[in-house]
């Protein structure tokens, strides 16, 4: 492993071989000077998009029956990065909670979307975090979209300064994810996620934490992926971005600790399957073939009686690249006039 500084970043540059035998660098942001609002308010201010507008960041947590987290999500975004221009807006997509999540998200101060009712289309059968995401983007005003799970106990805004950082410096990334050095979680990423990357994308095999909830892109390259309306989302992006720009366009940054409520056996099951199935739909798809008509898509999990099985629907449809719909175009002029 090669360590440099660059921007006076610690920045560690992971070479891995690519499908093709090629080194392939992943870059791995350890700490950086605009962790602050102040400082990457700065930053922010020098940076403009390919049109000479300046750069806007919107932050979007997609949430469901969060009510006891979601204020300690949003008000430290608010009340640091929104309070100095770090940030422009918090959008928290309310995916159909009972709760008060609604509620406590708009008394922190963001603006919030009521899922049924955002993005072009209206209701999406059987929608999971993908699709709350996609419509998280129609949603939102940035030019780089920024992704936090709604769920976490501990949370501080530095989480957000260093994932946009890297994308306000270094035009070639289009993707920047979390890592965590103290994280209880990643049971679907070790039994799951990193064997199948190990296996269809060894360029991403230094990736820490692929999966995490916590990550920031560019708005037209978010806007171009279709979007698995499950949990197979977070996969895919990783994986329509490495075919598209390459493993150099995707960078990790270090986010020190995750503490968030954690799903059972049986969600993970369920999570893991959806994961396998997009990333084996993508790679058939890559070589011109389709799914064999014989797969499935349910879950077998155990019931609480000896011998039981409970079948559970895996979420397998997919929603559409933003950029192909007709509304797109006027969405986006309407989004520049603001």
């Given at each position: 492993?090669?360590?440099?500084?660059s921007w006076?970043?610690?920045?560690?540059?992971?070479?891995?071989?690519?499908?093709?035998?090629?080194a392939?660098?992943?870059?791995?942001?350890l700490g950086?000077?605009?962790d602050?609002?102040q400082?990457?308010?700065?930053?922010?201010?020098?940076s403009?998009?390919?049109?000479?507008?300046?750069a806007?960041?919107?932050?979007?947590?997609?949430?469901?029956?969060?009510?006891?987290?979601i204020?300690?999500?949003?008000?430290?975004?608010?009340?640091?990065?929104v309070?100095?221009?770090?940030?422009?807006?918090?959008?928290?997509?309310?995916?159909?909670?009972?709760?008060?999540?609604?509620?406590?998200?708009?008394?922190?101060?963001?603006r919030?979307?009521?899922?049924?009712?955002?993005?072009?289309?209206?209701?999406?059968?059987?929608?999971?975090?993908?699709?709350?995401?996609?419509?998280?983007i129609?949603?939102?005003?940035?030019?780089?979209?920024?992704?936090?799970?709604?769920?976490?106990?501990?949370?501080?805004?530095?989480?957000?300064s260093?994932?946009?950082?890297?994308?306000?410096?270094?035009?070639?990334?289009?993707?920047?994810?979390?890592?965590?050095?103290?994280?209880?979680g990643?049971?679907?990423?070790?039994?799951?996620?990193?064997?199948?990357?190990?296996l269809?994308?060894?360029?991403?095999a230094?990736?820490?934490?692929?999966?995490?909830?916590?990550?920031?892109?560019?708005?037209?390259?978010?806007?171009?992926?279709?979007f698995?309306?499950?949990?197979?989302?977070?996969?895919?992006?990783?994986?329509?971005?490495?075919?598209?720009?390459?493993?150099?366009?995707?960078?990790?940054?270090?986010?020190?600790?995750?503490?968030?409520?954690?799903?059972?056996?049986?969600?993970?099951s369920l999570?893991?399957?959806?994961?396998?199935?997009?990333?084996?739909?993508?790679?058939?798809?890559?070589?011109?073939?389709?799914l064999?008509?014989?797969?499935?898509?349910?879950?077998?999990?155990?019931?609480?009686?000896?011998?039981?099985?409970?079948?559970?629907?895996?979420?397998?449809?997919?929603?559409?690249?933003?950029t192909?719909?007709?509304?797109?175009?006027?969405?986006?002029?309407?989004?520049?006039?603001?």
């Amino acid at each position: 492993m090669l360590v440099q500084e660059s921007w006076q970043w610690h920045v560690s540059w992971v070479l891995v071989r690519g499908r093709e035998g090629r080194a392939v660098t992943i870059k791995t942001f350890l700490g950086s000077p605009t962790d602050g609002p102040q400082e990457l308010a700065a930053v922010k201010r020098a940076s403009t998009t390919p049109l000479g507008a300046l750069a806007r960041v919107s932050v979007v947590i997609p949430a469901r029956n969060c009510s006891r987290t979601i204020q300690g999500v949003v008000t430290p975004v608010v009340e640091d990065l929104v309070a100095a221009g770090a940030v422009d807006e918090v959008v928290v997509v309310d995916h159909d909670s009972v709760d008060d999540t609604a509620s406590l998200a708009a008394g922190a101060g963001a603006r919030v979307i009521r899922f049924s009712a955002a993005g072009p289309i209206g209701e999406i059968p059987d929608s999971g975090k993908g699709a709350v995401m996609w419509k998280g983007i129609w949603a939102s005003d940035g030019d780089i979209v920024v992704f936090v799970d709604g769920d976490h106990l501990r949370f501080d805004s530095s989480k957000v300064s260093r994932l946009v950082g890297p994308l306000l410096r270094d035009p070639a990334l289009h993707h920047v994810r979390a890592f965590y050095d103290q994280y209880e979680g990643g049971r679907t990423t070790e039994a799951m996620a990193r064997p199948v990357l190990s296996l269809l994308h060894p360029e991403l095999a230094g990736l820490r934490q692929p999966l995490s909830g916590e990550h920031a892109s560019r708005r037209v390259t978010l806007a171009g992926l279709v979007f698995p309306v499950g949990w197979g989302t977070e996969f895919s992006i990783l994986d329509q971005i490495s075919r598209r720009h390459g493993a150099s366009a995707i960078g990790q940054v270090d986010l020190q600790y995750k503490q968030h409520t954690k799903g059972d056996w049986a969600h993970i099951s369920l999570q893991a399957f959806e994961l396998l199935y997009v990333a084996l739909r993508t790679e058939l798809r890559s070589q011109g073939r389709e799914l064999p008509e014989h797969w499935g898509n349910v879950v077998m999990t155990p019931g609480e009686r000896p011998g039981e099985v409970v079948q559970r629907a895996a979420r397998t449809a997919e929603l559409p690249p933003l950029t192909s719909l007709p509304e797109w175009a006027d969405r986006e002029r309407e989004r520049l006039r603001s």
